[in-house]
């Protein structure tokens, strides 16, 4: 097995994110550093980037994607989580099916949400979550979210499905809340799957060739090294005179290679570019 690897996951719903790892951890020598880039609920499936050994080290690469989802929501009905996991704290009647036509053309665009009281976020160097589960009062940051794109599935006696295109950041638990908001009713989401990250989707599950699916991400230019500095290279900064070729000067990210090999990848930092994951 590599010590540097990428492996993108189905995830099940009902299980946490770190339990989905289990099943990797077991193909891999014991003491492997496993990690993930970007969790799911534990009531949600679909899509997460695994990341193997030094490949741990590349979460930079994936931190700024955009991701879709599809969403199955309840109208008349919200919880404290806001998911199906949570208690029923509010109720109202449901809204018509031209009234969440309104609502979901009108979250198209930027603007700043509050994430739910039950998240990872941290407020206050604590995690809302843990201060939520000691009934104390959280005030939950705005953060800049962005909806690409919404498309309705179906809609019926109060259960919307659709698909939501979004930034980086977005719950759409909240998004679920807010729509609701939009229209003087009350929901909350009781099914999400994750479809795409960035450039992968559910399709690309099962493919294991990390340079291919780090290519897709058009983030990575490959360097050519002269081997007779490898020394000096695997010091961490690559000195200039030994970079024999760059083929995307601009791009963040390279794949560093002696004689047409992998070797490393790295990250361009003020100008230099720097070691960040050996294969």
Do not use: W
């Given at each position: 097995?590599?010590?540097?690897?990428?492996?993108?996951?189905?995830?099940?719903?009902?299980?946490?994110?770190?339990?989905?790892?289990?099943?990797?951890?077991?193909?891999?020598?014991?003491?492997?550093?496993?990690?993930?880039?970007?969790?799911?609920?534990?009531?949600?499936?679909?899509l997460m980037?695994?990341?193997?050994?030094?490949?741990?080290?590349?979460?930079?690469?994936?931190?700024?994607?955009?991701?879709?989802?599809?969403?199955?929501?309840?109208?008349?009905?919200?919880?404290?989580?806001?998911?199906?996991?949570?208690?029923?704290?509010?109720?109202?009647?449901?809204?018509?099916?031209?009234?969440?036509?309104?609502?979901?053309?009108?979250?198209?665009?930027?603007?700043?949400?509050?994430?739910?009281?039950?998240?990872?976020?941290?407020?206050?160097?604590?995690?809302?979550?843990?201060?939520?589960?000691?009934?104390?009062?959280?005030?939950?940051?705005?953060?800049?979210?962005?909806?690409?794109?919404?498309?309705?599935?179906?809609?019926?006696?109060?259960?919307?499905?659709?698909?939501?295109?979004?930034?980086?950041?977005?719950?759409?638990?909240?998004?679920?809340?807010?729509?609701?908001?939009?229209?003087?009713?009350?929901?909350?989401?009781?099914?999400?799957?994750?479809?795409?990250?960035?450039?992968?989707?559910?399709?690309?599950?099962?493919?294991?060739?990390?340079?291919?699916?780090?290519?897709?991400?058009?983030?990575?230019?490959?360097?050519?090294?002269?081997?007779?500095?490898?020394k000096e290279?695997?010091?961490?900064?690559?000195?200039?005179?030994?970079?024999?070729?760059?083929?995307?000067r601009d791009?963040?990210?390279?794949?560093?290679?002696?004689?047409?090999?992998?070797?490393?990848?790295?990250?361009?930092?003020?100008?230099?570019?720097?070691?960040?994951?050996?294969?």
């Open positions: 097995m590599s010590n540097c690897d990428i492996i993108l996951l189905n995830k099940e719903e009902g299980i946490t994110s770190f339990s989905s790892l289990y099943p990797v951890k077991k193909s891999y020598p014991k003491g492997t550093k496993i990690g993930h880039a970007g969790t799911l609920d534990k009531f949600a499936s679909g980037i695994v990341l193997i050994g030094n490949a741990t080290k590349l979460n930079p690469v994936f931190s700024s994607f955009d991701k879709s989802y599809i969403a199955t929501i309840k109208f008349g009905e919200e919880t404290d989580t806001l998911d199906p996991e949570g208690t029923v704290i509010k109720r109202s009647s449901i809204p018509s099916e031209e009234e969440v036509d309104h609502a979901l053309s009108g979250i198209i665009g930027e603007s700043m949400q509050i994430p739910p009281v039950y998240s990872a976020i941290h407020v206050d160097g604590k995690r809302a979550y843990r201060e939520a589960r000691k009934n104390r009062e959280v005030e939950m940051p705005l953060r800049p979210i962005k909806v690409y794109e919404v498309e309705k599935i179906s809609y019926s006696e109060g259960i919307l499905r659709a698909r939501f295109s979004v930034s980086k950041g977005t719950y759409i638990r909240a998004l679920a809340r807010d729509i609701a908001y939009s229209v003087g009713k009350v929901a909350h989401l009781i099914a999400l799957n994750r479809i795409t990250i960035g450039p992968y989707s559910l399709a690309d599950v099962g493919k294991h060739d990390m340079k291919a699916l780090l290519d897709k991400t058009d983030l990575f230019s490959t360097v050519e090294l002269d081997s007779s500095y490898r290279i695997e010091n961490g900064f690559i000195p200039k005179k030994a970079i024999l070729s760059d083929t995307g791009k963040i990210f390279k794949f560093l290679n002696f004689d047409g090999i992998l070797y490393s990848i790295a990250e361009l930092r003020d100008g230099k570019i720097k070691i960040i994951a050996r294969i």
